[in-house]
Nanobody, 115 residues
Framework: QVQLVESGGGLVQAGGSLRLSCEVS????????IGWYRQIPGRSRELVARISILGDPIYVDDARGRFALFKDDTKNSVDLQMDNLRPEDQGVYLCNRNSCRLYPWGRGTQVTVST
């Protein structure tokens, strides 16, 4: 069974950076299918970064230019580098398949951005 473990969150001042890591265990077809989601209280879970079918990274509008995806095949992980963080980026970040057929969710990692 696939297991997803997120890490790297924390408290950062606005304008700061964090690098989140998603470690994948179990059998998946490709790390390209793993994206990063954001859960903000009172809002639906949102896919903020993913790899397109052509292999290009795609980001939601408010993350473009500030977030970047990195794959590490040796560690079987997908990292999300987040720069110039804003208070509205605050939330729980989770990784999962970029598909309606999801793997079991991990616990996520909390990102808190102070002003």
């Amino acid at each position: 069974q696939v297991q997803l473990v997120e890490s790297g969150g924390g408290l950062v001042q606005a304008g700061g950076s964090l690098r989140l890591s998603c470690e994948v265990s179990g059998s998946i077809s490709s790390l390209d299918e793993i994206g990063w989601y954001r859960q903000i209280p009172g809002r639906s879970r949102e896919l903020v970064a993913r790899i397109s079918i052509l292999g290009d990274p795609i980001y939601v509008d408010d993350a473009r230019g500030r977030f970047a995806l990195f794959k590490d095949d040796t560690k079987n992980s997908v990292d999300l580098q987040m720069d110039n963080l804003r208070p509205e980026d605050q939330g729980v970040y989770l990784c999962n398949r970029n598909s309606c057929r999801l793997y079991p969710w991990g616990r996520g990692t909390q990102v808190t951005v102070s002003t």
